[in-house]
């Protein structure tokens, strides 16, 4: 399983945009990146998931270079209620287990 | 969506009992499940692979005989932490793969918090 480097927390202010990068150098071929968020006594919630390029959806984009070595979460104007940990995971899908890296701890500030 | 469902969303236990969480997929069947287990600012620690008709696979350092999981039908798993002691007081989260027909990665259950005094 490729390991993940992120910032461990980052503030930013509501309606602000909000880049959090995650590099995983040893991702392999059949390797997708996927980012869940959580909230305090909460399981984890998908956000996004890709392989190459960009992709978008209703929450947020994600950007992955040609190398896909790293990758660029996108919360496009955040608001209080995006303060949550980020996690980035890469693996090849399917059934197999995922291991969760120290994600990235988002205070949104008023 | 896809729906994991966690039961109990908390508990607090006497020390040397048992507790029984229960991880349900809702709107899909699951062969494999997970569960995590998550102590305060920390990240989510896989603590075993829930199989449907098999054994589970448990992690490095995960004790098997205190965590029992049982994973009899492909809706439900269950986690039975056996005679507790204060020290597993932590929050357990369970999650699923849906297969084809639903977007995105695991689902995850809302996670349930342990006390035990």
């Known amino acids: 399983l490729a390991k993940t480097t992120q910032p461990i927390s980052m503030d930013s202010y509501e309606g602000q945009e909000v880049n959090i990068t995650c590099s995983h150098n040893n991702i392999a071929t059949n390797d997708y990146i996927t980012w869940y968020q959580q909230f305090p006594s909460q399981g984890p919630r998908f956000i996004i998931q890709?392989?190459?390029t960009k992709v978008t959806n209703e929450v947020a984009s994600l950007f992955i270079p040609a190398d896909r070595k790293s990758s660029t979460l996108s919360l496009p104007r955040v608001s209080l209620s995006d303060t949550a940990v980020y996690y980035c995971?890469?693996?090849?899908?399917?059934?197999?287990?995922?291991?969760f890296g120290k994600g990235t701890r988002l205070h949104i500030l008023p | 969506g896809a729906v994991v469902s966690q039961h109990p969303s908390r508990v607090i236990c006497k020390s040397g009992t048992s507790v029984k969480i229960e991880c349900r997929s809702l709107?899909?069947?699951?062969?494999?499940m997970f569960w995590y287990r998550q102590f305060p600012k920390k990240s989510l620690m896989l603590m075993a692979t829930?199989?449907?008709?098999?054994?589970?696979?448990?992690e490095q350092g995960v004790e098997k005989d205190k965590f029992l999981i049982n994973h009899a039908s492909l809706t439900l798993s269950t986690l039975t932490v056996t005679s507790a002691h204060p020290e597993d007081s932590s929050f357990y989260i369970c999650s699923a793969k849906p297969g084809q027909g639903f977007a995105g990665g695991y689902t995850f259950g809302s996670g349930t918090r342990l006390t035990v005094v």
């Open positions: 890709g392989y190459k």
């Open positions: 829930s199989n449907e008709g098999s054994k589970a696979t448990y």
């Open positions: 709107d899909f069947q699951a062969t494999t």
């Open positions: 995971l890469v693996g090849p899908g399917g059934d197999d287990k995922i291991i």
